[in-house]
């Protein structure tokens, strides 16, 4: 098997990244590239030890995060002949074991097309910041996206050759790229498959570099924009019901059609060119969104009607209840039916046992 390159972002590292080189080199990974993202000079020497061992480094003059210095890394392999048949990123900081890694390779070699992801199963003592961090974050992401990732936040990933250019034009410097890269499989046909690795947390995880508020912040920022398309939407549909409900309160069908009409094609440009970010031509999803369209229109003058004539409610209060639920509801069939891709996630198992795994 052509084993794939290994690229390892590194922030001020220390004798672990040399530990996990010297491993892979003995697992036979002969292409290793280190991004030096600018750790300074203290940290020269282990950088020049990683190079003596056969490694490429890369070197920022200042540190520029995580994003930034997988990108450079991606860039330079395809400058230099690393790209193919892909790359395995590597955190530096020893808590992905080589056996893992290794089964990563296989499982690239098995799937040549799929984003391959290194999932932690998160048994043991797993720091509470990190357990609960990647509940929430595995949490929404399934609700936005469709798709359930066990670790939205794993290092250990590996990037087929054939998609590189795309992971080279990803937005992010931090670690929301990281996120953005799982956000954009979908959209751009990217399966992903997922093999389950051992969770490692050395010393509390004190040496890790992500900051909890601030890059958590950029990440769910990332998510945020699919609900405020909605409410954009939202406003626009209300705001027209309220306008023309007000000039010609009767029959209501006339105030739900004009909100349903504009709103739709509010929604429609957003979730088509931002949120859900479709690659074919907008004919082959306006006859599917118009579809909904009208199936939702129905049911909101049903729901509306329900519930301000028979059960009493203020008009303009059933508006909002029905608008809540009918929002969920359409959010669903827009991700899975309007601007649907092939792409999906499958867990990898590979019963194979792998010969000098080198686990430590």
């Known amino acids: 098997m052509d084993l794939p390159s290994v690229l390892i972002p590194a922030y001020k590292p220390d004798d672990k990244m040399l530990q996990l080189i010297q491993d892979l080199l003995e697992l036979g990974f002969s292409r290793i590239m280190v991004v030096n993202d600018g ?3 203290a940290f020269d020497a282990c950088f020049e030890q990683a190079g003596a061992m056969g ?3 890369v070197r920022h003059a200042v540190n520029m995060g995580k994003g930034r210095a997988m990108k450079t890394g991606i860039n330079e392999a395809m400058l230099c002949g690393f790209a193919e048949p892909g ?3 590597a955190d530096a900081d020893g808590q992905h074991l080589p056996g893992d890694i290794r089964r990563v390779a296989t499982a690239m070699a098995e799937n040549p097309d799929a984003l391959v992801l290194g999932v932690r199963r998160f048994t043991g003592n797993v720091p509470l910041r990190n357990r ?3 509940g929430i974050t595995r ?9 359930g990732v066990m670790d939205t936040q794993t290092g250990l990933r590996g990037l087929p050759g054939q998609h590189l250019p795309l992971m080279l034009a990803l937005k992010g410097e931090r670690y929301e790229y990281e996120m953005n890269m799982l956000l954009e499989a979908r959209p751009n046909n990217v399966p992903m498959v997922q093999v389950p690795i051992d969770t490692v947390y050395i010393e509390g995880n004190k040496s890790s570099h992500y900051h909890p508020f601030i890059d958590s912040v950029r990440i769910y920022g990332l998510i945020l924009k699919y609900i405020l398309s909605s409410i954009m ?3 626009v549909d209300y705001g027209v019901f309220a306008l023309v409900h007000t000039r010609f309160p009767n029959p209501l069908i006339i105030s739900v059609v004009s909100a349903r009409i504009l709103s739709s094609l509010v929604n429609f440009l957003i979730n088509r060119n931002i949120v859900f970010r479709q690659k074919g031509t907008m004919a082959h999803a306006a ?4 579809t909904l369209v009208l199936f939702v229109m129905l049911a909101s003058y049903g729901l509306i009607w329900t519930l301000s004539v028979p059960l009493g409610l203020n008009v303009y209060l059933s508006k909002v209840i029905t608008d809540i639920f009918l929002s969920i509801f359409s959010f669903v069939i827009q ?3 309007v601007y649907s891709s092939s792409a999906r996630i499958k867990v990898f198992k590979n019963h194979k046992a792998e010969a000098g795994s080198g686990d430590r």
Not at 139 to 147: I, T
Not at 287 to 290: A, K, L, W
């Open 87 to 89: 790359i395995i990123t």
């Open 233 to 235: 939407a939202g406003v």
């Open 335 to 337: 991700r899975e039916f």
């Open 139 to 147: 949490g929404v992401f399934a609700m936005v996206n469709g798709n």
């Open 55 to 57: 490694c490429r480094i």
């Open 132 to 134: 609960m961090g990647n």
């Open 39 to 41: 750790s300074g000079p």
């Open 287 to 290: 006859g599917r969104y118009y």
